[in-house]
């Protein structure tokens, strides 16, 4: 009995038409991000675990890849792009002045609980600005975003916006313990409303009652910004939300955004505007980001920061299916032909030409056939050719 090798569980072979689109989405992509400013820079796919463990990074330790190396040490695979960039920004680009405007294209590995599905291999694209705060870098980082997913070709899709400080104000006005409030986050993120209504049951008489009990209800359009508001009283986020909303709707942004004060996920991580992609067809966000201003200071430079991932293949999945491979034209050759038939195919476009391997024109032709190809172009001696259509 033949034993087959399939791949290990998370990941894939990638074929044809998959190829063709991710690597459209990649180029796609980096040219924008070369044309904002961007540079590129590189991680190792092998990085230390205390990175992330002592960093900040929100990354579960459960979902990272390990490895142990000669000595000892505990490795991972590269789980998350930014904490290695930043610490790249901290030390070996130190001495150049802020901002930097970095991008890349890599792999990240996470390990998925089993028997859920995914991809453990993720292809990611994404931007880190360094060392720029305030109005005018979060403009720049959200417009980029809208302008990635309208490069990438993909339909109809928009950005959510939330605030991170806006839920640290509110699970403070709760005076709840560490453990609550982060179950709190998860059933917010998870828009779980009915376990989060009996979580805050008890907490009726503080005064964030009603604004938490309502955080993971409060997406749609600017409107939500009134209701929050409404429910919690003037806050600084809201207001920043709202400027930088009026910026970008009358930049042209404004029909691609939407807001989602239930934004939470990772909230130690972030420390003020927060924001998802979502593209018709995905199930799941496909671009993730913003600031995260106390990153970069861990590893020696303080310095505040913003940035963004976009997931390739969930975008690339989006996309109209293309076909396999096929060719409409096979080049046969003789002896002394070969700079004939290579500057033949060379003409042609991408894909559509391709020279015949076989040693008979009657082999070609079968080949073509077989290949669905409509002609083959016989290329003999003293500078003869023949076309032959099937």
């Known amino acids: 009995m033949r034993y087959t090798i399939n791949t290990p569980e998370g990941t894939r072979d990638r074929l044809f038409a998959e190829c063709r689109d991710r690597r459209q989405v990649q180029e796609g992509l980096t040219s924008l991000f070369r044309r904002r400013g961007y540079a590129e820079v590189s991680t190792p796919e092998v990085e230390f675990y205390d990175l992330f463990l002592q960093s900040g990074s929100p990354m579960p330790q459960e979902s990272m890849l390990k490895l142990i190396d000669r000595s000892g040490s505990i490795l991972v695979m590269r789980p998350d792009c930014t904490a290695p960039i930043a610490r790249v920004a901290a030390t070996k680009l130190q001495t150049l002045p802020l901002p930097q405007r970095l991008y890349y294209d890599q792999t990240v590995f996470r390990s998925r609980p089993e028997h859920r599905g995914g991809s453990s291999e993720i292809a990611q694209c994404g931007v880190e600005l360094i060392g720029a705060a305030g109005n005018k870098a979060d403009l720049e980082m959200v417009a980029l975003a809208v302008d990635s997913l309208r490069q990438s070709g993909v339909g109809r899709f928009h950005i959510e916006l939330g605030h991170a400080g ?40 503080r005064p964030a009652w009603a604004a938490l009990g309502r955080l993971s209800r409060l997406f749609g359009g600017v409107e939500v910004l009134d209701e929050a508001e409404g429910l919690a009283g003037p806050h600084e986020a809201l207001d920043y939300l709202r400027g930088l909303y009026r910026e970008l709707e009358a930049a042209g942004y404004g029909a691609f955004l939407r807001f989602d004060l239930g934004l939470v996920h990772q909230i130690d991580y972030y420390t003020g505007v927060v924001f998802r992609g979502y593209v018709e067809g995905a199930g799941d966000a496909v671009l993730s980001g913003g ?52 500057k033949v195919v060379d003409e042609y476009p991408e894909g559509i030409c391709e020279l015949s391997p076989c040693s008979t024109l009657e082999e070609t032709l079968a080949l073509a056939r077989e290949k669905g190809a409509s002609r083959v172009l016989a290329l003999e001696a003293q500078g003869e050719e023949r076309w032959v259509d099937l």
Not at 181 to 204: H, M, S
């Open 166 to 205: 806006f839920f640290r104000t509110l699970a403070a006005r709760m005076d709840m313990d560490a453990e609550t409030v982060e179950q709190t986050r998860v059933l917010i993120e998870g828009k779980n409303f009915a376990a989060l209504n009996d979580l805050l049951e008890p907490y009726r008489d």
């Open 291 to 342: 600031r995260y201003d106390g990153l970069v200071g861990f590893f020696g430079r303080s310095a505040p920061a913003t940035g963004f991932a976009v997931d390739v293949d969930a975008v690339a999945g989006c996309l109209d299916a293309g076909e396999g491979p096929g060719r409409e034209l096979l080049v046969h050759f003789g002896p002394g032909q070969l700079a004939r038939a290579l």
